[in-house]
């Protein structure tokens, strides 16, 4: 199941454009990620991806067919979205929310069958949030709500995955559990894409870096050919100097600040 952006052109007004001729691939097996600044348009796109916006020029493709002449529910059965905040005020349990990624699978009176119900448990189960099943969403931490939502997403059992920022309210534990899930996904034959502004630990998870900057792709490429030092100066401008390691991770050194990680 291929996800194909090609030459994207998106604004919410005619004054304002958002994306700039954007080209993307997402494809089974890899895990891409979308860095850059504020604004430079990564959960826009994510939203194309998706059907939920319409570009003005353009389109999207689900292997080989338009997004735009596709409805909701056949798109929910492809691509499961892990949104960048989710409603915490909602009277469900933890199970219940989860129980949602089912809904595009389910009958037309949305009945329950087993089956849903093991895919939920399992789901929560991967994400480790099946002990907070019968817990009210809206009591759950940040961080516990977030592992719920991506629990809903795996539940819709979609071949391609969209996460947006997904690592925001995990601490660090959890972050390298999420990293290390969506690389056995990709290896389970998953197209995943997500946003991140962590530069230090998800690439190491990442086959393709894309950078964006003002609505426009600047760099793609494995994280070592698009984090370099004139890429992120160009992008964040900010001065790093980047240094990969034998073993794939990253150290920068920021020598406005002296700091080195």
């Given at each position: 199941?291929?996800?194909?952006?090609?030459?994207?052109?998106?604004?919410?007004?005619?004054?304002?454009?958002?994306?700039?001729?954007?080209?993307?691939?997402?494809?089974?097996?890899?895990?891409?990620?979308?860095?850059?600044?504020?604004?430079?348009?990564?959960?826009?796109?994510?939203?194309?991806?998706?059907?939920?916006?319409?570009?003005?020029?353009?389109?999207?493709?689900?292997?080989?067919?338009?997004?735009?002449r596709?409805?909701?529910?056949?798109?929910?059965?492809?691509?499961?979205?892990?949104?960048?905040?989710?409603?915490?005020?909602?009277?469900?349990?933890?199970?219940?929310?989860?129980?949602?990624?089912?809904?595009?699978?389910?009958?037309?009176?949305?009945?329950?069958?087993?089956?849903?119900?093991?895919?939920?448990?399992?789901?929560?189960?991967?994400?480790?949030?099946?002990?907070?099943?019968?817990?009210?969403?809206?009591?759950?931490?940040?961080?516990?709500?977030?592992?719920?939502?991506i629990?809903?997403?795996?539940?819709?059992?979609?071949?391609?995955?969209?996460?947006?920022?997904?690592?925001s309210?995990?601490?660090i534990?959890?972050?390298?559990?999420?990293?290390?899930?969506?690389?056995?996904?990709?290896?389970?034959?998953?197209?995943?894409?997500?946003?991140?502004?962590?530069?230090?630990?998800?690439?190491?998870?990442?086959?393709?870096?894309?950078?964006?900057?003002a609505?426009?792709?600047?760099?793609?490429?494995?994280?070592?050919?698009?984090?370099t030092?004139?890429?992120?100066?160009?992008?964040?401008?900010?001065?790093?100097?980047?240094?990969?390691?034998?073993?794939?991770?990253?150290?920068?050194?920021?020598?406005?600040?002296?700091?080195?990680?």
């Open positions: 199941m291929n996800l194909r952006a090609e030459g994207l052109q998106f604004g919410f007004s005619a004054s304002r454009p958002v994306l700039r001729d954007v080209t993307l691939d997402v494809t089974p097996g890899r895990v891409t990620a979308l860095w850059g600044p504020n604004g430079s348009g990564k959960s826009t796109l994510l939203r194309c991806l998706n059907g939920a916006l319409r570009p003005q020029a353009g389109s999207v493709l689900l292997d080989g067919c338009p997004v735009e596709m409805t909701p529910r056949q798109i929910a059965l492809q691509v499961a979205v892990v949104p960048q905040d989710t409603p915490a005020e909602v009277p469900l349990t933890a199970s219940e929310v989860a129980l949602l990624g089912r809904y595009a699978r389910g009958g037309p009176w949305g009945e329950q069958t087993a089956e849903d119900r093991t895919v939920v448990r399992d789901c929560l189960a991967r994400v480790g949030a099946l002990d907070m099943a019968d817990r009210w969403f809206a009591e759950l931490s940040g961080g516990e709500r977030q592992r719920v939502v629990a809903r997403a795996l539940a819709q059992q979609g071949r391609v995955l969209l996460l947006d920022e997904p690592a309210h995990l601490d534990a959890h972050q390298l559990e999420l990293y290390q899930l969506v690389r056995r996904l990709a290896g389970e034959g998953q197209a995943v894409l997500m946003v991140c502004h962590d530069l230090l630990l998800a690439p190491m998870y990442v086959d393709m870096a894309v950078l964006m900057a609505g426009r792709i600047e760099a793609q490429g494995t994280p070592a050919e698009v984090f030092s004139q890429n992120l100066r160009s992008a964040f401008a900010i001065d790093a100097r980047v240094a990969w390691t034998g073993e794939g991770t990253i150290r920068a050194e920021f020598p406005q600040t002296g700091q080195k990680i």
